[in-house]
């Protein structure tokens, strides 16, 4: 009862009269109102308790409330709030540190974002000036950020709006074998295709124009497409061959997300430049960043980096970034998210599979999962629009909430990804729900 407000009335009034909202058309939403947290549950307005299967926008990766973070956010709130990026800090060094040691060998810098757009934004400037050249490249199916560099390179639907067409982005088609754009039908070809249609595409813009390719290394809010072994690979050897610099975004699929303290881990390569955010202190306090290769960092060592930010490395985040990292070594954290994939996500997924005729696949790893919703197996139908959605997928959503659970959904999917503490007692009841629920796709597409 303490996690109950009784003002939930006055938080939704207020919010609809004042809070202008991300992504949305404003008088078309009725936000939930959430009034606590607690490990892998939410509570609503009423009280009700629901298992947060959606990690928020992906980003509790130790789960709400961690005692040991929350504890090191007060501590530091007690003792020093902020203090200006040109000075040197205890938290921000130890936190630039840790995550120093948890990148590649010869990746020795941190750049501090408050987020993962921020990011985006400052390792294209660095892969800009480190290699004098204009132009980046990103997958269609991704998403980098809603600020102007970080939109423009974004492969959905909330970019066009934002397109001016200025930016020197090119985008092109990333491994997707269920959707292939390859006429593909074996990971391999799908693999060999997408490789040869990105050189090409570097061929014919020039190579000596391209400065970066920023890819997710498991493309997130676009579907979780985890990428055939070798395509990172391949990308890596095309980027050596042509100058270009490797920007990996790990905004999403980093800090354990995936089984791994980074996603481009499980595909053996090293990129240029790193991108985090979210997970590396579970957003108790917005935090980002770029990971700098010794290279990258070099061009900076006696010519200025143009760039900056008042709160970059703000000690309130960088103590919570400390103690999160803190404990996941200490409670094995990231083998649990890697666990959890192979002995509960995984098969309960696919058995979820053998019973829905509405799921057309079901893809990922460690808590990072998938389900492709589609109205006929053998045409790929989706349930939704791309870009939009649609009456059956708002059931979904509303038969997850009846049933207690807290859902991710993106068009015509439904993501499963719990925090990487959630225990398999509790994915045992998500999945439960989610078998009820798509129920009613079922029910929808077959009518
Ligand atoms: N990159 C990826 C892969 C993301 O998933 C996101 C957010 O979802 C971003 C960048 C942008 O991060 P932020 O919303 O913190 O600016």
């Given at each position: 009862?303490?996690?109950?407000?009784t003002?939930?009335?006055?938080?939704?009034?207020m919010?609809?009269a004042h809070?202008?909202?991300?992504?949305?058309?404003?008088?078309?939403i009725?936000?939930?109102?959430?009034?606590?947290a607690?490990?892998?549950?939410?509570?609503?307005?009423?009280?009700?308790?629901?298992?947060?299967?959606?990690?928020?926008?992906?980003?509790?990766?130790?789960?709400?409330?961690?005692p040991?973070?929350?504890?090191?956010?007060?501590?530091?709130?007690g003792?020093?709030?902020?203090?200006?990026?040109?000075?040197?800090?205890?938290?921000?060094?130890?936190?630039?540190?840790?995550?120093?040691?948890?990148a590649?060998?010869?990746?020795?810098?941190?750049?501090?974002?408050n987020?993962?757009?921020?990011?985006?934004?400052?390792?294209?400037?660095?892969?800009?000036?480190?290699?004098?050249?204009?132009?980046?490249?990103a997958?269609?199916?991704?998403?980098?950020?809603?600020?102007?560099t970080?939109?423009?390179?974004?492969?959905?639907?909330?970019?066009w709006?934002?397109?001016?067409?200025?930016?020197?982005?090119?985008?092109?088609?990333?491994?997707?074998?269920?959707r292939?754009?390859?006429?593909?039908?074996?990971?391999?070809?799908?693999?060999?295709r997408?490789?040869?249609?990105?050189e090409?595409?570097?061929?014919?813009?020039g190579p000596?124009?391209?400065?970066?390719?920023?890819?997710e290394?498991?493309?997130?809010?676009?579907?979780?497409?985890?990428p055939?072994?070798?395509?990172?690979?391949?990308?890596?050897?095309?980027?050596?061959?042509?100058?270009?610099?490797?920007?990996?975004?790990?905004?999403?699929a980093?800090f354990?997300?995936?089984?791994?303290?980074?996603?481009?881990?499980?595909?053996?390569?090293?990129?240029?430049?790193?991108?985090?955010?979210?997970g590396?202190?579970?957003?108790?306090v917005?935090?980002g960043?770029?990971?700098?290769?010794?290279?990258?960092?070099?061009?900076?060592?006696?010519?200025?980096?143009?760039?900056?930010?008042?709160?970059?490395?703000?000690?309130?985040?960088?103590?919570?970034?400390?103690?999160t990292?803190?404990?996941?070594?200490?409670?094995?954290?990231?083998?649990?998210?890697?666990?959890?994939?192979e002995?509960v996500?995984?098969?309960?997924?696919?058995?979820?599979?053998?019973?829905?005729?509405?799921?057309?696949?079901?893809?990922?790893?460690?808590?990072f999962?998938?389900?492709?919703?589609?109205?006929?197996?053998?045409?790929?139908?989706?349930?939704?629009?791309y870009?939009?959605?649609?009456?059956?997928?708002?059931?979904?959503?509303?038969?997850c909430?009846a049933?207690?659970?807290?859902?991710?959904?993106?068009y015509?999917?439904?993501?499963?990804?719990?925090?990487?503490?959630?225990?398999?007692?509790?994915?045992?009841?998500?999945?439960?729900?989610?078998?009820?629920?798509?129920?009613?796709?079922?029910?929808?597409?077959?009518?």
């Amino acid at each position: 009862d303490a996690l109950v407000t009784t003002d939930a009335a006055r938080t939704y009034a207020m919010d609809r009269a004042h809070v202008f909202h991300s992504w949305v058309a404003q008088d078309l939403i009725t936000p939930l109102v959430i009034t606590a947290a607690q490990g892998s549950y939410v509570w609503d307005g009423d009280g009700r308790r629901l298992l947060d299967l959606s990690s928020q926008l992906v980003n509790t990766n130790i789960g709400h409330q961690h005692p040991k973070v929350v504890a090191a956010i007060q501590e530091q709130a007690g003792r020093l709030c902020t203090v200006a990026p040109q000075h040197a800090n205890d938290q921000r060094s130890e936190a630039a540190r840790l995550i120093a040691e948890l990148a590649p060998d010869g990746m020795e810098k941190v750049f501090f974002t408050n987020g993962g757009a921020e990011a985006i934004e400052n390792a294209v400037r660095m892969a800009r000036l480190h290699t004098g050249r204009v132009k980046v490249l990103a997958q269609y199916r991704s998403y980098h950020g809603g600020t102007s560099t970080a939109i423009n390179l974004t492969g959905d639907p909330r970019r066009w709006a934002n397109d001016y067409g200025s930016a020197g982005v090119v985008h092109f088609f990333g491994p997707f074998l269920y959707r292939s754009a390859f006429h593909a039908t074996t990971e391999q070809e799908e693999c060999e295709r997408a490789l040869e249609h990105l050189e090409h595409l570097i061929r014919f813009e020039g190579p000596d124009t391209i400065a970066a390719i920023v890819l997710e290394s498991i493309p997130g809010t676009a579907g979780i497409m985890v990428p055939p072994p070798g395509y990172l690979r391949g990308v890596r050897e095309i980027c050596d061959r042509y100058g270009i610099i490797y920007i990996a975004d790990e905004v999403m699929a980093g800090f354990g997300r995936t089984g791994a303290w980074f996603a481009f881990e499980h595909f053996d390569v090293v990129p240029d430049l790193i991108t985090f955010a979210k997970g590396v202190n579970s957003g108790y306090v917005p935090l980002g960043g770029v990971v700098i290769s010794e290279e990258i960092a070099a061009t900076f060592g006696t010519r200025a980096y143009p760039g900056g930010l008042t709160y970059s490395g703000h000690p309130l985040a960088c103590s919570a970034a400390v103690a999160t990292i803190g404990a996941m070594h200490d409670e094995g954290i990231v083998e649990n998210a890697a666990r959890l994939g192979e002995t509960v996500l995984g098969p309960g997924l696919r058995a979820l599979a053998e019973k829905h005729p509405s799921i057309g696949e079901v893809r990922g790893l460690g808590v990072f999962w998938a389900l492709d919703l589609v109205s006929d197996r053998e045409t790929k139908e989706p349930v939704a629009p791309y870009g939009g959605t649609s009456p059956v997928m708002r059931e979904l959503v509303a038969a997850c909430l009846a049933g207690g659970v807290l859902p991710f959904t993106n068009y015509h999917r439904l993501h499963v990804v719990p925090p990487c503490t959630a225990t398999p007692e509790e994915l045992a009841e998500g999945l439960a729900v989610l078998d009820a629920a798509l129920d009613v796709v079922d029910a929808a597409v077959s009518a």
